[in-house]
């Protein structure tokens, strides 16, 4: 539940700014400004309002964040002066480079990749950032970010969170006060909104989305405290991106003010935020902090804690054929279900693209699919729009062997599984109401025998898969069951 | 490349005789340049580039060139309208760079040249027409380029029935965003287009279920007394998205008026033939109410799905159907579609060979019989990139005189 009750307090102008970051001693505001249509990174001084350029160089320079010892600032910086063609071969892109006092400016990154929005470790010995690193060369329009590590002083480079799809991103990572959490924004596809999920260093591999569904937030920073999150955000209704402060382990969300990119005082007191290329400073106390939200903890239950039931069966079926999906079928927007089946295929046929499960539905001949495209098992659905959505594997099938795929949808994502392992969760926005079932068809586009062992199809979260994590057992240390 | 090189290589492929046919006033072809691939075969964010992909698009006998106006929703020209800082992914937080090589790199709108311009000037050199593919769409799959304008005003943006706001566009419901649109269509008739080809096709993911915004909703409670529906579906919804769709489009007859020129706007039909009116239920698009009013012009089949049982008939039946259509409203012409590229439930050329055994070119002379025969005014060639028209094909088109 979002509080939309906004108290006005009085914000002052700093002057010229956006992505303001307040220096661990709280004197200084480290920030871009725009110069000649380039962004560029300088430091305010708080006191005596002084102003002064971290990067000189001609291009942009941009996200600074400044380690905890307050002597160093790292930020993303990229001067593309030939065209794409010209520079295709070349090295430039957008890299890390941290200042330091008394020590100029190291480049800590290099290579023909958009590294950019970094943060340091606790300790000062990492950065933390997202790039385009995990593009695979052999993908065509590869188009993702994920979360890295490298040294600061530019070795042991280290993905974190890998981008395994195209169209999935990541971005903003900043770890929080104990070190032990990292928090950054995500999004799974290319119109949907962007989420906030976090992430513990000690297990990379569950990522947890906090902020409440049907809002876009990005731009995730921890109070000092770190208890909470402020972050931007817009809900239907708001007057444009606003401010909110959000409790990840309730799920409870108080909206602040119109603006972005904030972020809060060391001695919790203030809070920064930018608004039209300005930057503004507000007080921030116990009043700007939300409720607990119990009810985004029951949301996330309901959801995923519906044990498996069986509404369909098959082993060794004759296909390709069709059977009638009865009332059962019903799965409308919000009912949790999933589509089961053990394959085993050859190459028999081309192998780009084969259906295993598809179920027809009044208005959405696809209602659901499970299939595979180039050797890559995806669970397919409609959009609220009857527009194709799906989750998509990295992981692709050898021919000649078995394996267990599962698609799932909720009321709120699909998820894809092989053997057991999750290998997409798309969060989606809307969802084509199966309302109406028609018919089942069972491998319409095989040709050869033995590809499916056995089809299943069920309500409630299946028993084979694990659970996502909710945020209950993510700040309760379980992880994934 | 200076001006006085880009000078020679203009003549030069002039000298080539790559030019208009003559007979471009009886049959038009028009061609719509997506630059899908260019990009991987040759410099294009320069001015010898863009005469370069004139050049390639000639090929096809082209008699009208359609610059599409923008890579996603990020404009191929220097935009004043979406001249925000942020368009750079690495700039900006809510962006995801596309990583290709060449092309996740490339800047049209900021490389120090009016690309279009360079086009449109070379097509009025060679005698050809030159036109803008006008996509209103803010997103595009795999390009992750929202145009700044649309993540400046989150305000705006479309709503499914439920609240979650969709950022993939901004609501013409909004005074502001038709205000906006409108403004870019300036930006547009600037370079002098001859025609206009609205591709209101090209949505990104939109359509009338994610109109659910604030606007909408207040409009249906006043008009309804009731609550908006829970099936977007509900034709009395369609009618109330399709009334600020056509706003739009009729915003921009009023635009073109303003400039005392003549351009022939042309509605694409995203897909005729099938029972139900797919233009009006998942686009919003009534291009019979376009035409009748005169909105626009002239319409163009992007699609027909024909029944595989007797494709050149089926076809030939509804090629037929739509022009007698326009004609009993007394104006407009059509265009009929030749396309190389196969889409899901968009059949190219390629499929037709496919399914009647015959070559790609002796599919595509059956089709522009067709559309002649039908008492179509031209073809469309859709997504004319670097090599997707064979040889063989282009020739087919080019020589096609009915």
């Known amino acids: ?481 | 490349m200076n001006a006085k090189c880009f000078v020679v290589f203009g003549v030069l492929f002039g000298a080539l005789g790559i030019t208009r046919p003559t007979n471009a006033a009886v049959f038009e072809k028009i061609a719509y340049i997506d630059s899908f691939d260019y990009p991987e075969y040759f410099e294009t964010e320069t001015a010898e580039g863009s005469v370069k992909i004139v050049d390639n698009v000639l090929k096809t006998g082209a008699t009208t060139i359609l610059w599409r106006n923008q890579s996603g929703a990020i404009p191929r020209y220097p935009s004043a309208e979406e001249a925000l800082p942020l368009k750079e992914p690495p700039l900006d937080k809510r962006r995801i760079p596309l990583s290709e090589p060449v092309r996740g790199w490339i800047r049209f709108d900021d490389c120090g040249t009016n690309l279009i311009q360079v086009a449109a000037d070379e097509c009025a050199r060679r005698g050809v027409t030159f036109g803008i593919h006008l996509t209103t769409e803010e997103n595009h799959g795999e390009s992750w380029t929202l145009s700044p304008w649309n993540l400046e005003h989150p305000q705006f943006w479309c709503c499914a029935r439920g609240g979650a706001p969709w950022p993939g566009r901004c609501s013409l419901a909004y005074n502001e965003v038709l205000a906006h649109k409108l403004r870019l269509v300036d930006e547009l008739l600037a370079m002098k287009p001859e025609m206009i080809y609205i591709d209101l096709r090209r949505a990104g993911g939109w359509g009338p279920n994610l109109e659910f915004v604030i606007p909408m909703e207040n409009e249906w409670r006043k008009l309804y007394n009731c609550e908006p529906p829970t099936n977007w579906r509900d034709a009395r919804w369609i009618a109330l998205v399709e009334k600020y769709v056509y706003r739009y489009v009729a915003g921009i007859r009023e635009r073109v008026k303003r400039t005392g020129r003549r351009v022939e706007l042309v509605m694409a039909i995203e897909r005729a033939g099938e029972s139900e009116d797919y233009d009006l239920v998942y686009r919003a698009v009534d291009w019979r109410k376009m035409l009748r009013t005169g909105v626009v012009d002239s319409v163009a089949v992007a699609c027909v799905t024909p029944d595989w049982k007797d494709p050149w008939g089926s076809t030939a039946r509804i090629y037929g159907d739509v022009v007698r259509e326009v004609r009993r409203m007394g104006r407009g012409k059509v265009y009929f579609p030749i396309m190389s590229y196969n889409f899901a439930n968009r059949p190219g050329y390629g499929e037709y060979a496919k399914q009647t055994g015959i070559s790609n070119e002796q599919a595509v002379q059956r089709l522009l019989e067709l559309a002649r025969d039908a008492g179509g005014d031209g073809i469309t060639m859709e997504v004319v990139d670097f090599n997707n028209y064979s040889p063989a094909v282009c020739k087919a088109i080019r020589e096609f005189a009915p």
């Open chain 1, 1 to 481: 539940m979002i509080a939309t009750t906004c108290v006005i307090l009085a914000a002052t102008l700093l002057g010229e700014g956006t992505c303001g970051v307040y220096s661990p001693d709280g004197g200084k505001i480290a920030m871009q400004r725009t110069v000649e249509g380039k962004s560029r990174v300088g430091v305010l001084d708080r006191a005596s309002g002084r102003f002064a350029w971290v990067e000189k160089n001609e291009g942009n320079s941009a996200y600074p964040a400044w380690s905890s010892s307050g002597d160093a600032i790292v930020y993303a910086y990229g001067n593309e002066t030939n065209t794409a063609w010209a520079a295709k071969d070349g090295d430039t892109g957008y890299h890390l480079r941290i200042w330091r006092h008394g020590n100029g400016i190291r480049e800590i990154t290099t290579g023909r990749f958009r590294d950019y929005m970094p943060s340091f470790s606790q300790d000062g010995g990492k950065v933390f950032f997202a790039s385009t690193r995990c593009a695979s060369p052999e993908v065509f329009r590869a188009t993702r970010s994920g979360v890295y590590s490298v040294n600061a002083d530019g070795g042991g480079l280290t993905c974190l969170v890998p981008s395994r799809v195209n169209d999935e991103g990541m971005g903003q990572p900043v770890i929080s006060p104990d070190g032990k959490m990292l928090v950054f924004a995500k999004i799974d596809g290319f119109n949907l909104p962007w989420r906030i999920a976090c992430m513990r260093l000690a297990e990379p591999v569950i990522v947890c989305s906090v902020s409440p569904k049907g809002q876009s937030a990005y731009a995730p920073r921890w109070t000092p405290d770190g208890r909470h999150i402020v972050y931007t955000g817009f809900s239907k209704g708001d007057p444009g991106w606003c401010v909110y402060v959000l409790n990840p382990r309730t799920g409870g969300v108080k909206r602040i003010c119109e603006g972005r990119n904030p972020d809060v005082h060391p001695s919790g007191a203030f809070l920064i935020y930018d608004d039209g290329n300005r930057l503004y400073e507000r007080p921030f106390g116990v009043d700007d902090l939300p409720g607990d939200g119990d009810l985004v903890v029951d949301e996330e239950s309901r959801l995923y804690d519906e044990p498996e039931r069986l509404v369909w069966r098959t082993e060794k079926p004759d296909y390709p054929t069709t059977v009638p999906m009865t009332e059962a079928f019903k799965f409308g927007t919000d009912r949790t279900f999933f589509v089961r089946a053990k394959v085993r295929y050859t190459h028999a046929v081309s192998p780009r693209f084969r259906h295993f499960l598809t179920g027809e539905y009044e208005g959405a001949k696809l209602g659901f699919e499970l299939f595979i495209d180039r050797n890559r098992p995806k669970f397919g659905v409609r959009d609220g729009g009857g527009a194709y959505m799906g989750a998509v594997s990295d992981f692709t099938l050898e021919p000649g062997r078995e394996y267990m795929l599962t698609g799932i949808r909720t009321s709120e994502a699909l998820y894809i599984h092989v053997d057991g392992a999750t290998r997409q969760e798309f969060k989606f926005s809307t969802t084509y109401p199966l309302d109406s079932p028609i018919r089942l068809e069972i491998g319409p586009t095989i040709s050869g025998k033995g590809d499916i062992l056995l089809g299943e199809i069920g309500t409630g979260w299946p028993a084979n898969v694990p659970h996502p994590v909710t945020r209950t057992k993510f700040f309760a240390g379980e992880g994934a069951k």
